[in-house]
């Protein structure tokens, strides 16, 4: 079989910010496919991203309600406010408020741009309209949820946790439509070889080049783990399965306890001697090393006096990526804003 050790990958035309389409090639016969349908299952289903996931709406019992002066039901509203498009800087779910109201004779149109301002909520379509308004003394006052996700969320009874707190089914993708198409290509005189055409388009939040990435560093630390798993049972390690619970149970704690002996001596040791605590050194996932490499991070103690927002905007940094990062800086009392 053909290796692939010599492939490319080339941003081959950018419509847009939000569409670009790439060239990955040369690929051994049958492999433009199996890329294809991987990439394109990725980018659109496990991409990280935010969206609205509930509104209250001042003087609104249920989705179900009508809003005087308002020339939508709350359905419609709902339905509407799916439009918007979202970008959250932060780990935790945030609240964004809006409260507008009519004038005598005009119809008002309400805006996603009419939201009061949130530091951790950037809306990437303001001019978005969700509804109008009549008459002065009319007004629409609501309170919408924003979360991040990854895929689609459907909303459940447990959900409404107040009177009048409407959720809202979410899809989390950025990534709105990928596209592919598989030509043939030559290398010397052999024209046996794929190439893959993929466009990928986004809703603004992050760029064609950036959902890329993220698929494709998703897929490499999942086969990271697939290949340990492999090696494990060439090497005669899968008998380890057969195991009872009470072994699994007993194996647990001695690695934990070996784990945390570990940290305790990393910790004593660098308060002791001083010493740097090397990023390379420590026993973190392939996902969170490559990232903060790739963002310039060598040593523990550049992050002693960054803020929480700061960490949460690196690059490629997901929520569990940024969990394990926090449990990291918390053992070795490392101190952010």
């Known amino acids: ?162 009177i009048g707190y409407i959720p809202i089914d979410a899809n989390f993708s950025p990534v709105k439509l990928v596209t592919y198409n598989v030509a043939k290509t030559r290398v010397g005189q052999d024209s046996s070889y794929d190439q893959l055409n993929i466009t990928i388009k986004t809703n603004g939040s992050i760029t064609p080049t950036e959902a890329l990435y993220i698929s494709v560093d998703s897929l490499k630390e999942n086969f990271v783990y697939f290949d340990s798993v492999c090696k494990n049972l060439t090497s005669g390690q899968e008998v380890a399965i057969k195991l009872n619970e009470e072994s699994k149970q007993y194996q647990y704690n001695q690695i934990m306890d070996n784990k945390q002996d570990n940290t305790l001596y990393k910790i004593s040791k660098r308060k002791s001697d001083k010493e740097s605590i090397l990023i390379k050194d420590l026993d973190l996932s392939t996902r969170l090393n490559n990232i903060l490499t790739k963002a310039g991070f060598s040593d523990l103690y550049q992050f002693e006096g960054m803020t929480e927002e700061e960490i949460v905007n690196i690059r490629g940094l997901g929520a569990k990526s940024f969990d394990e990062l926090m449990d990291v800086l918390k053992q070795y009392s490392i101190k952010i804003i």
């Open 1 to 162: 079989m053909s290796t692939m050790n010599n492939f490319l990958v080339k941003l081959e035309n950018q419509k847009s910010e939000n569409e670009a389409t790439f060239i990955i090639g040369p690929l051994p016969r049958g492999y433009g496919d199996t890329f294809g349908v991987v990439l394109r299952r990725v980018l659109l289903s496990s991409i990280p991203g935010a969206a609205i996931t509930g509104i209250k709406i001042d003087g609104v019992m249920h989705e179900f309600s009508t809003l005087s002066g308002v020339s939508d039901d709350v359905l419609r509203i709902i339905l509407s406010l799916k439009g918007i498009i979202v970008k959250l800087k932060s780990l935790e779910k945030q609240t964004i408020e809006i409260d507008i109201k009519g004038k005598d004779g005009e119809s008002i149109p309400v805006r996603a741009a009419d939201f009061k301002h949130n530091t951790f909520v950037e809306i990437l379509n303001p001019e978005y309209t969700i509804t109008h308004i009549t008459g002065n003394k009319n007004k629409f006052k609501a309170q919408l949820t924003i979360e991040r996700g990854i895929g689609y969320k459907q909303t459940t009874v447990e959900e409404r946790t107040e």
